[in-house]
């Protein structure tokens, strides 16, 4: 580990300084792909880590399956799925749930462009703070960078799969059942809210662990540049 902590600040260092002798050097500049080669391979790291939860994510069950990132009632509603299950209602609530991760699914398609678009716009300190950074620094990175784009983008395509696969519907039919029964106290939480938050989770979550992977084994990506900047 301190083998490529050392390797990845060498190639930080060595950017660093072909960027300052391009600017302050009467001596032939370093040709581009050269000093610009720490950067590049970064950008291929994080392109390629984005890629992968993307799609993960977007395929028939990547929220539904996963144990980790499934996206189930809100908090505030457990007491009515419980309720509900014990009523008989269970199929009415599993219809609901899954319909939510379908929406999900639908949406994380469209989450790559946002992060194409983060990395073209990289500095050099961005660089340096996710080469030299935890193992999920480029996820927090994205998370910053990217976060109230792809919720404005996520809004409406999961509105419109909500609608499209009749969880709206089931979401209503729930808690028309629940807040029928004597004595609850009704609920009736934003479902695409919901849903965007929690869809959203899962993403970072994802993209964590696809970064994670990439920084303890680089060769696994078959990708020369990648594993010149995170081999050991």
Known sequence: MQTQRVTLYGLVVLFCLYCSDAVT????SVPDVERDEPAQAL?????????EA?????????????????????????EVEQTLR??????????????????????AAQALPVFTEAIKKMTLQ???????????????FFKKATYAQLKARYT????????????????????????????VKKVNPNLTDHVV?????GFFYQLSLEEKKIRQNPEATANEVIQKLFGK
């Not at 993307?54 to 509603?77: H, R, T």
């Not at 961005?126 to 927090?140: E, H, W, Y």
């Not at 509105?159 to 059942?177: G, I």
């Open 126 to 140: 961005d660089v340096q703070s996710i080469v030299l950074g935890g193992s999920d620094a480029a996820t927090q």
């Open 25 to 28: 050097s009467s001596a032939p």
């Open 43 to 51: 950008k291929q790291v994080l392109e390629f880590a984005s890629r």
């Open 197 to 201: 938050t929690k869809a959203l989770d």
């Open 54 to 78: 993307v799609k993960k994510l977007s395929a028939p069950d990547g929220y539904l399956k996963n144990q980790a990132i499934k996206i189930l009632m809100p908090a505030e509603a457990k």
């Open 156 to 183: 409406p395509i999961v509105d419109q799969a909500l609608k499209k696969s009749h969880a709206t519907k089931y979401w209503k039919d729930v808690f028309s059942r629940y807040n029928k029964i004597p004595g």
């Open 86 to 107: 014990q009523l008989g209602f269970s199929k009415l609530v599993d219809d609901a749930i899954l319909s939510m991760n379908r929406a999900a699914e639908q949406a």
